[in-house]
Structures are given as structure tokens and as C-alpha cells.
Nanobody, 126 residues
Framework: QVQLVESGGGSVQAGGSLRLSCVASGDTFSSYCMAWFRQAPGKERAGVAYIYMSSGYRYYADSVKGRFTISRDNAKNTLYLQMDSLKPEDTAMYYC???????????????????WGQGTQVTVSS
């Protein structure tokens, strides 16, 4: 059974940085699309960054391009999200998501992912 466990959230001032981690277990993840989603109170869960684990191809939402970097360590089955130049509008619960796919497309909604972590809170103060 696939399990995803996130860590690394916290509170930071605007302009600061955080790195989120997601450890995956229960399968071989080379043929998985993995992603980071976020959900702020009263808003829908939205994709922030996506990566195809075998090729490393990655995609970003326009709102985080140039500030966030998604990466993976296949040997450790771990997904990362480096978040720099954080803004108050980045405040949300961040979720790691995964699904076995032949590709990975920016814009895939949450319904395209069958496996989810429990979430980690990121709070950015001004």
C-alpha cells in the first residue's frame, strides 16, 4: 500500500524559505507522477508543482515559478519542495500527491491523483 508522509512545514516571515519533504513507500516510484498541491481555507486544492519521477521533467504553477523548486531523490523515494521568497499568499496546507502514470501534466487536478499525504501547514506572515 502506497503511503506518503510529508514534513517540513512551519511558520516563516515573508521573504523566507522552507523545504518540504515527502517520503513515499509501498511501491517502486519510477513510473509515478508526483506533485505538491496546496489548499488555503475556503479555496480549492490546487497544483503547485509536478515532477515525473523517472525523467525528472517538472512543471510549475505560474504563481510559484522562479520561487519554488520541486526535486526528487529516487534512491530515497523522497520528493522535495524548496520554497524561497515566500509570500503571505503562499500560506496553505501543502499536500504531497502521487499516481502511477505514463506521463505527468501540469494542470492535472487533484482528482488525477490517487495517493495523498496527510498535509503539512505552511504559514507566511507579512
Amino acid at each position: 500500500q502506497v503511503q506518503l508522509v510529508e514534513s517540513g512545514g512551519g511558520s516563516v516571515q515573508a521573504g523566507g524559505s522552507l523545504r518540504l519533504s515527502c517520503v513515499a513507500s509501498g511501491d517502486t516510484f519510477s513510473s509515478y507522477c508526483m506533485a505538491w498541491f496546496r489548499q488555503a481555507p475556503g479555496k480549492e486544492r490546487a497544483g503547485v508543482a509536478y515532477i515525473y519521477m523517472s525523467s525528472g521533467y517538472r512543471y510549475y504553477a505560474d504563481s510559484v515559478k522562479g520561487r519554488f523548486t520541486i526535486s526528487r531523490d529516487n534512491a530515497k523515494n523522497t520528493l522535495y519542495l524548496q520554497m524561497d521568497s515566500l509570500k503571505p499568499e503562499d500560506t496553505a496546507m501543502y499536500y504531497c500527491a502521487a499516481d502511477r502514470r505514463l506521463s505527468c501534466n501540469m494542470g492535472w487536478s487533484a482528482t488525477n491523483f490517487g495517493y495523498w499525504g496527510q498535509g503539512t501547514q505552511v504559514t507566511v506572515s507579512s
